[in-house]
């Protein structure tokens, strides 16, 4: 077990009931055997009254759970930020409800961490999505390699997931907003900064039920939208 290094996990959730009470215990399971000092912070974004519910029954049933409500859905991008400016403990780390990076994982992951600023993980293997994801995200990361050439040198996955030490969050909690830009522009908000990042390979867990919700048009214009305005915005801060 680990102490003196405390875990805030924040999972986003909207509607996926069949998921959520084996994620949540999965999670737990995880965090009490890994963690002297955790939380698990749910962010129920909008989600049905079936879901909600769900989600309160499975919540209550474990300590150490705090659960943020949006009273409308306001997709992935704001909901993981709210998560992130609640989070209470020394690190902070998003996942997603299919928990594509296994929870069992954490303790060590928090280990690799010891000594950064930021931890960057990119998947092995990006498996288990559809063609329209696979062709959506392969097009946003060209965008993100293309405007910002030197920042995201030598990293080739800046929309799965990271663990960064609240301390630094003042120094890059995004502009953005969009689903698919909150991430890299924390990520590349860190590396403008000169903080102490690192980049790791981890295993991926593709889902297994459910339906991702992500790579509507809406969010691929939101998204580039929030590039541009960031490529603009580093040159004037950080570039000149």
């Known amino acids: 077990m680990i102490s003196g290094a405390g875990l805030s996990v924040i999972i986003p959730v ?137 920042a995201s040198r030598g990293i080739r996955d800046l929309n799965y997931t990271f663990i960064f030490r609240r301390d630094i969050r003042s120094k890059i909690m995004p502009v953005s907003k969009s689903p698919a830009f909150t991430q890299p522009e924390m990520i590349l908000r860190a590396i403008y900064n000169k903080l102490k990042v690192q980049v790791v390979t981890v295993p991926y867990h593709p889902r297994t039920a459910g339906k991702a919700s992500l790579g509507k048009p809406h969010d691929i214009i939101w998204s580039m939208y929030d590039m541009l305005r960031f490529r603009v915005m580093a040159f004037r801060r950080f570039l000149r």
């Open 14 to 150: 909207y509607n996926e009931k069949e998921l959520l009470a084996p994620a949540i215990k999965r999670s737990m399971d995880a965090l009490s055997s890994g963690f002297s000092d955790y939380e698990l912070i749910i962010v129920n974004d909008g989600s049905d009254a079936s879901g909600t519910l769900e989600l309160k029954r499975a919540a209550g049933i474990y300590p150490g759970i705090k659960v943020i409500n949006n009273d409308v859905n306001l997709n992935l991008g704001i909901s993981i930020q709210r998560g992130f400016m609640a989070a209470s403990k020394d690190h902070i780390l998003f996942n997603s409800i299919d928990l594509p990076l296994a929870p069992e994982d954490y303790p060590a992951l928090i280990e690799k961490a010891r000594g950064l600023d930021m931890l960057i993980l990119q998947r092995e293997v990006y498996a288990g999505a559809s063609l329209w994801r696979k062709i959506t995200s392969r097009s946003n990361l060209f965008l993100i390699k293309t405007l910002f050439p030197v």
